[in-house]
């Protein structure tokens, strides 16, 4: 038996005895078809809530468009949230008439991507000197006036990360000694400065660490001020905020951010807005991937059960992803969800590969062939982040509930 | 300075100084757009040729269509090959009007599935008693004589490969203690029992490995036919031939493969047909993913070249489909084929992940903003197998040259 990561809290049995997604029979939910992703509008709700709750009142909650593009799902976020953070002109297009304020960051946008971000009026976070020109050039070319901020490559990294993104040369932002030249650029440019975007490591479940960059950020936002002369009118801290995925993971104590985020901004002036972007954080927890088991067999004396899924629709779970070690997520038979796990099997997807592992010998109850096997963690780089067409096998369904 | 993989055979410089890829620029190939897969035809023609003139006569030649189901190369190798190998119904239907015999393997078929290939005519590579019995119940109902082979985990394994698919549990294939009793069963059901399928590993360059495999594949078949008392009409031997990918990569000595079989084949007796099943040591080196440089930036002393690719084309040239350890594929400028490698650089792609590597601290010419960026080893599990949707990124072109 190899350990499971823990299922996400708000998960019960429904009264038929299948997992219940917002209320509703997984059994239910997937009579017209698997696999299928269902994500959770309460859980999500319930999340934000907390954020409101924990964090400072003043601090803006974004969202990572690029964690979960579902478009009922940005429909849905966008009466919760104050501002939708981008990657690309696609997700643009996907947030466009949403109504909420639009950043853009990404360290290769091309010419037509700033066009339609300039168009649309967006905050466009500069990750080079060189694309500042070009987007000076652009602006001046279409005749719009600009709204900028400089995304700044800080000199430290959010500790214990599951991706560092700062600290070391890379391709995100410009080199903390370097900002404050770009800003006075912007600002003798007359562009409108919208203020700085620091982005230093996702998936952390450390609050002391979090903390620890919050602080060292807002102090490189301080630094960078008095070198330009001018407070930033917004200050995007990242985001970093972690969900538990594997066996040993510990929740993030959220409220420990909250506070100590809480006495930094206390002694700080007025006039400046601070922001958090989340992906995962917000929806990971919330979605349920859903499919169905098509055979079962004994093979060099273990039992496979193979299912209609696989890694072309949640590559992460199956460890191909980024991670170094493939450790099981949280994984259930989500038709027999009330019944006590009794038997050891592993999960596959139905690729002809080995690499399509999605549960390496769990223990689960009895699971006969028709029966629903439950991923959860999939409510964030889960879709859009795996291989759709490996193998040219159908397209997956989704569900906001 | 990090290595790189070798680029594959085959590749010069245009008159341009550009990468000529089948006799043309890759300046004029990425005119209408970037990024852009090419596939050479002469080079994959040179593949068969050689695999010809390397293997027994009566060996065949099929395509695993999962390496690289672009409709145009498809079509192209249909008048070239002995068979496709089908991973699902969408690749049935991508070959079903091609004329060349097919067959379908995978461990996960839905009942939609074994209809199409029933109605399709094609062998049904068998993987499990469970799934033998509902494709047996499905020709029944439709009134189809069905074509069945039996798919066998073997108890033994390509030695060193990419990939382990035998020699211990799997959802690959019946066990072989368990296959003669379940090509009995076929046989005494009436179905047109086609042979016998083993597939141990893939992505070897190790002559030996594969030749001991194939020796004992072959007397795994004996075996089951002594048992059956019926010689297979058929003997799908795999594929498993690998090509480099990496700098300490040697090509394989597919000659020396050749011969083996030859010897092995020589005192079998006639009545079977043998087949090797292959897809990356075809069409692999034949591709090329160009992506052009949309910034050129300086961070942490590190020079970095952001592309208007990236991992969402090309996941296996980042290090996150199946590797336990990131190294280079091969790479180069393509715009400045000619020109000697002079600068140590760091290419990304543009996506905003610290995942999205193509080249980490590889020796480049001096390199602008515009220049193409070509990576080698493209033309297998390149577009299909990456996460096409990630960051609701354009798509990307390809073209068969």
Redesign the interface.
């Known amino acids: 038996m190899k350990p499971m990561g823990p299922i996400p809290p708000g998960f019960i049995a429904a009264p038929d005895g299948s997992l219940a997604i917002g209320g509703r029979s997984a059994v239910e939910l997937a009579r017209e078809g698997t696999p299928l992703f269902v994500y959770d509008s309460a859980l999500i709700a319930a999340k934000i809530d907390r954020f409101r709750a924990a964090m400072p009142p003043h601090v803006a909650l974004h969202y990572a ?2 964690a979960n ?1 579902y478009a009922p799902l940005l429909t849905w976020l966008a009466s919760k949230l104050d501002g939708f953070d981008l ?2 002109a ?2 643009l ?2 947030v466009a008439s949403l109504g909420l304020p639009v950043s853009f ?6 010419d037509a991507e700033l066009e339609a971000a300039l168009h649309a009026g967006v905050t466009i976070n500069l ?5 500042a020109a070009r987007a000076l050039d652009i602006a001046e070319r279409l005749g719009i006036a600009p709204k900028f901020a400089v995304r700044v ?1 800080p000199p430290f990294a959010l500790k214990g990360a599951g ?3 700062g600290g ?6 410009v ?1 903390a000694d370097r900002a404050p030249t770009l800003v006075r650029l912007l600002l003798d440019s007359g562009a409108d400065w919208r203020g700085l975007h620091v982005y230093a490591g996702s998936q952390s479940l450390n609050a002391t660490a979090i903390i620890d960059l919050q602080r060292e950020t807002l102090m490189l936002a301080d630094r960078i001020a008095a070198e330009v002369g001018a407070g930033p009118p917004t200050v995007n801290l990242g985001g970093g905020f972690g969900i538990p995925h594997f066996a040993a993971d510990r929740p993030l104590d959220l409220e420990r951010v909250g506070e100590a985020l809480g006495k930094e901004l206390e002694s700080r002036p007025k006039g400046t807005e601070y922001a958090v972007e989340l992906g995962r954080w917000l929806v990971g927890e919330a979605g349920v991937y859903l499919t169905r088991v ?9 039992t ?1 059960l ?3 899924g ?1 890694l072309h629709h949640m ?1 992460a779970a199956s460890g ?3 991670q ?1 070690l493939r450790r099981n997520y949280p994984i259930a038979n989500a038709t027999r969800f009330d019944e006590a796990p009794v038997e050891e099997v ?1 999960v ?8 399509d592992l999605l549960g390496d010998e769990v223990m689960l109850p009895a699971t006969e ?1 028709g029966d629903l096997i439950a991923i959860f963690c999939a409510g964030a780089y889960g ?12 397209v997956a369904r989704e569900m906001l509930v």
């Open positions: 468009v690029k593009p990657a690309s696609g997700e297009e996907k960051a990404g360290p290769g946008k091309r990750e080079s000197e060189r694309e490559n991706m560092r993104m070391l040369g890379t391709p995100f932002g080199d098509i055979d079962r067999k004994a093979s060099g004396g273990r496979f193979v299912t209609d696989g590559l191909n992803f980024g170094l592993t596959t997807g139905c690729l002809c590969t080995p690499l062939v879709l859009t982040a795996s291989p759709q067409g490996f193998l040219s096998q159908p």
